[in-house]
């Protein structure tokens, strides 16, 4: 892509991303999105054929970002930190990609089983369990869960304390005493 591809398209995000927090994405017409973007109609056109297809590219970036943190980080709570502390830097991304993508649940969700989970060290005996493919899709979701709800309180708390409190999660499941045996109250 030409730096004016670039600059034109990077514009329309920006633009789709603030509108997207002051109102639903069913309530922005593209005339809006271009006089925020400031952007001619007919260059939106040439780039994106309706706003549902911006907000793909949006979500498919954010996500791409992602998976980037992910495999190029050392596994464990570091990872996870470094994660939080790039979803915290961008946090208007992700409030917008979280609450307005159909597919953000599914996509973070691939990301962590197959950028994730393969880093884990889990014994043959945990690997083998029926339970542990459920266990780690609780994982998943509830991690994006905890992240939804960080970003809706603006990420007040420190993406330390977030990514460690997941990270002990994490490690509760995986626990030996615990993975695959029933909790005892």
Not at 17 to 29: A, G, Y
Not at 69 to 76: R, T
Not at 112 to 122: A, C, D, E, G, S
Not at 143 to 171: F, H, S, Y
């Amino acid at each position: 892509m030409d730096k004016r591809t670039i600059r034109t398209t990077r514009k329309l995000q920006k633009a789709l991303i603030e509108l997207l927090m002051q109102k639903p994405i069913n309530h922005i017409s593209v005339c809006q999105l271009c006089q925020t973007a400031e952007v001619n109609r007919s260059t939106f056109y040439v780039y994106y054929k309706g706003i549902d297809e911006l907000m793909e590219e949006i979500e498919q970036d954010a996500m791409e970002c992602i998976e980037e943190i992910i495999q190029d980080n050392p596994g464990g709570v570091e990872q996870l930190r470094h994660l939080m502390r790039f979803i915290s830097e961008n946090q208007k991304l992700y409030r917008v990609v979280l609450q307005y993508s159909v597919n953000a649940l599914a996509n973070f969700s691939h990301i962590m089983q197959t950028r994730f989970h393969h880093k884990r060290n889990l014994s043959g005996a945990q690997r083998d369990m029926p339970e542990t493919p459920y266990l780690y899709e609780l994982l998943y979701t509830g991690t994006l869960g905890v992240i939804q709800k960080w970003l809706e309180n603006d990420c007040r708390e420190k993406p330390e304390m977030i990514a460690d409190m997941v990270w002990r999660t994490v490690l509760f499941c995986e626990n030996q005493k615990n993975f695959g045996n029933p909790l005892q109250f």
